[in-house]
């Protein structure tokens, strides 16, 4: 397995420190058991009025065809590197309120943070997500019928790391390079929009 | 400090479990070690392009004023029981790419990501978020200057979670009542959407 660590200026906790996107995924399954376990993960996340926006449209490389179909709603950059990692998954919004068809303003938002739930169970269980907004929604809808109420937005590679040097070119490089973040001071303010806050 | 542990079906993370959004907040001030480390996970959440496109404004009470200003920006219900909370935030989104300016169609789920981050940080010091959708957006554009290709879009009050006995009407009735969620066969699917995945 392989591990990529941010360089924290304050700490963290490991699992929020240890997780990254891999470009490589290991010839390894996941199991039932912890697939089941990540999705209840994402289960809990919390939401606008409770709404839980989310779906996951889900396929294992066991599933054969249905891991082609969903393989070909990734734009071809992506499906170069997701086609090793043993899970696949469309991120889903529902766009709309069930009770009252009105536009939920935060379906986008509780939709990340479901997967940041999934994702977060997925590296305590020795697992990784690489995340993609590069996916084909048009076909998507197509080929899962998807209604007008709802939109995939993002692609989800799940598995298990493997070392840099199995990407595919050109993405070996970029597993090899160390995560970068803005300062605290670009993104924490106080006062004013871009006054950076004292305590950051 | 009150804690409220998830009924899963399936076993997840401990602070995923515990992790719930109390209307009930100690007085209790978050130290700053603890402040920072929060938006520390924050900044490490996965985006799309790296864009990281996630801002806070934050205010703690000490700051006097500005834990008012920042407190008007929430509508009247809410401030009823955030203003119990040591710590204020407003969550933003740079809908627009810096490079470029064009549409970020993942800026409102990588603030979600990001606010996840944060609230799993929050989990593992003792700490709990509550998230709101109910702010006054354009009063916040106004009182913060938070320019055109930026939006606030959520409401965080972050504090220790206080007995359910300490929350204002009608709140207290929700602090005790179980947390609810959908089963994963309503969101989990195979094949076609609204079709649950025979692993949920």
Request: aromatic share 10%.
């Amino acid at each position: 397995m392989s591990v990529k660590i941010a360089s924290t200026n304050h700490p963290v906790h490991a699992l929020v420190a240890s997780r990254f996107s891999p470009y490589a995924f290991a010839d390894r399954e996941v199991t039932r058991e912890d697939l089941v376990s990540l999705f209840e993960a994402a289960r809990w996340a919390p939401s606008s009025y409770n709404e839980q926006p989310w779906s996951y449209i889900v396929a294992t490389r066991e599933d054969g065809k249905e891991y082609e179909r969903l393989l070909s709603c990734l734009v071809d950059p992506n499906q170069a590197w997701a086609k090793a990692a043993p899970v696949l998954a469309l991120g889903v919004a529902r766009t709309r309120f069930v009770r009252n068809d009105k536009p939920n303003a935060a379906a986008l938002h509780d939709l990340g943070a479901a997967s940041a739930h999934l994702t977060f169970e997925a590296s305590a269980r020795g697992l990784a997500v690489h995340q993609m907004i590069g996916i084909l929604p048009d076909r998507a809808r197509e080929v899962y019928s998807i209604p007008d109420h709802s939109e995939a937005l993002t692609g989800l590679a799940i598995g298990y790391a493997a070392e840099p040097a199995n990407a595919p070119d050109p993405y070996r490089e970029r597993d090899e390079t160390p995560r970068q973040r803005k300062a605290l001071t670009e993104f924490v303010f106080s006062g004013s929009y871009g006054k950076a806050n004292t305590f950051a």
